[in-house]
């Protein structure tokens, strides 16, 4: 697994959308940041060389999940994140493929049930309504921070 094919596979999950955020970090919400999506996880694009240890990946593992990940060689609590049940790996061989995608379907799902009643209700809109939803959001959330 690579940072590039499990892009690839995150976006194929449902209503996910990426930003970039803090530096070369690839985030990943369920529902749009703009209408009160959830993010699940985080992959770290800097380069490895830059520090002394680099975490490459960041991710929900839920309360249940979280102190058996934290058993494996390679996964430690995440920095900012350890105090709502996060992970972070720092390789990609701790898993295989399947075993990745399983891992981050599940931080998916975790993050799905969270979310508002009615940001649920938005991500059932038809599409295009969606996305204009989407759109005003943003441009509401534009003006206030210029106000600031």
Same mark, same amino acid.
């Given at each position: 697994?690579?940072?590039?094919?499990?892009?690839?596979?995150?976006?194929?999950?449902?209503?996910?959308?990426?930003?970039?955020?803090?530096?070369?970090?690839?985030?990943?919400?369920?529902?749009?940041?703009?209408?009160?999506?959830?993010?699940?996880?985080?992959?770290?694009?800097?380069?490895?060389?830059?520090?002394?240890?680099?975490?490459?990946?960041?991710?929900?593992?839920?309360?249940?999940?979280?102190?058996?990940?934290?058993?494996?060689?390679?996964?430690?609590?995440?920095?900012?994140?350890?105090?709502?049940?996060?992970?972070?790996?720092?390789?990609?061989?701790?898993?295989?493929?399947?075993?990745?995608?399983?891992?981050?379907? *599940? #931080?998916?799902?975790? &993050? +799905?049930?969270?979310?508002? /009643? @009615?940001?649920? $209700?938005?991500? %059932?809109?038809? *599409? #295009?309504?969606?996305? &204009? +939803?989407?759109?005003?959001? /943003? @441009?509401?959330? $534009?003006?206030? %921070?210029?106000?600031?």
């Amino acid at each position: 697994m690579d940072a590039e094919r499990l892009r690839a596979y995150l976006l194929t999950l449902p209503h996910v959308v990426e930003t970039m955020q803090w530096g070369a970090n690839l985030v990943f919400w369920v529902g749009d940041k703009a209408i009160g999506g959830k993010m699940f996880a985080l992959i770290n694009l800097d380069d490895p060389a830059a520090h002394n240890r680099q975490l490459i990946l960041s991710y929900s593992a839920g309360p249940t999940r979280y102190p058996e990940l934290l058993e494996l060689e390679g996964l430690i609590p995440a920095p900012y994140m350890a105090r709502i049940n996060w992970v972070a790996a720092e390789r990609w061989d701790i898993f295989t493929t399947a075993e990745w995608q399983r891992e981050l379907r *599940a #931080a998916h799902a975790l &993050a +799905l049930a969270k979310l508002p /009643r @009615k940001v649920r $209700a938005t991500l %059932a809109m038809p *599409a #295009a309504k969606q996305k &204009a +939803l989407i759109a005003s959001r /943003r @441009k509401l959330l $534009a003006a206030k %921070a210029s106000r600031k």
